[in-house]
């Protein structure tokens, strides 16, 4: 019996030893100093490819630009920029749906927030917050609000929207029948190229602990 118990301790010390080691990388303390270069700055992004919005239909924008202001901060998660401008088609060339062209207007400021850093990669990973956007397809009008996890890469400035279900929401729905309702949960995806305004200097964002 007693070796019974004795063997029986060792399976779950080994066990929880490993179990341990499983769990040891989330266990890893967030960044919680954000250092933005240049800081404060103002920047431009363009659409690198298309831009598409889901919601139910694909809607694509062939061009999309937007600009703002960013600065280093402190706390996770911690905002790094303000989107105060976001566009979606020009009139030459319009975002489009199987329903028609797509007006979307933004309500900004939309925000950067950064929440984990990878030094090896160089890259954070976030979400672009306070989303707020009225969008017209022929009859159908309606707002999406939320979030949408993104991604910035220091060595080619990249900013990746790549949102999941879920982060979106339809607030309201006009004239849009059952193709889009209140029920609805819209996907934003899309890479836009950051520079600093008026150069082709490609700002970094770098997290640490104090």
């Known amino acids: 019996m007693n070796k019974s118990l004795k063997r029986t301790a060792v399976i779950a010390g ?3 030893a490993a179990f341990g080691l499983a769990i040891g990388p989330s266990s890893a303390v967030p960044s919680t100093v954000w250092t933005v270069n240049p800081t404060p700055a103002s920047f431009t992004a363009t659409n690198s490819g298309n831009i598409v919005l889901t919601a139910n239909i694909p809607m694509t924008c062939t061009t999309s630009s937007a600009s703002g202001t960013m600065a280093s901060a402190t706390g996770n998660p911690a905002t790094v920029a303000s989107i105060s401008a976001i566009n979606f088609g020009t009139s030459a060339a319009p975002c489009t749906s199987v329903l028609g062209n797509v007006t979307t207007v933004a309500t900004t400021p939309w925000t950067v927030v950064a929440q ?8 954070t990973k976030g979400y672009i917050g306070n989303v707020n956007a009225t969008i017209t397809v022929g009859a159908c009008v309606f707002k999406v ?4 996890s993104a991604t910035y890469t220091n060595s080619t400035g990249i900013l990746a929207v790549n949102s999941v279900s879920g982060e979106l929401t339809v607030t309201t729905a ?7 309702t209140t029920s ?3 996907t934003f995806k899309g ?9 082709t200097t490609i700002p970094t964002i770098v997290g640490s602990n104090p």
Request: glycine residues 12%; positive net charge; contains cysteine.
């Open 145 to 148: 609000v939320g979030k949408a």
């Open 184 to 186: 609805t949960k819209p």
């Open 174 to 180: 006009t004239g849009c029948g059952t193709v889009v």
């Open 116 to 123: 984990d850093y990878t030094a090896a990669t160089g890259v």
């Open 14 to 16: 080994a066990a929880a």
């Open 191 to 199: 890479n836009y190229a950051v520079k600093v305004k008026n150069t």
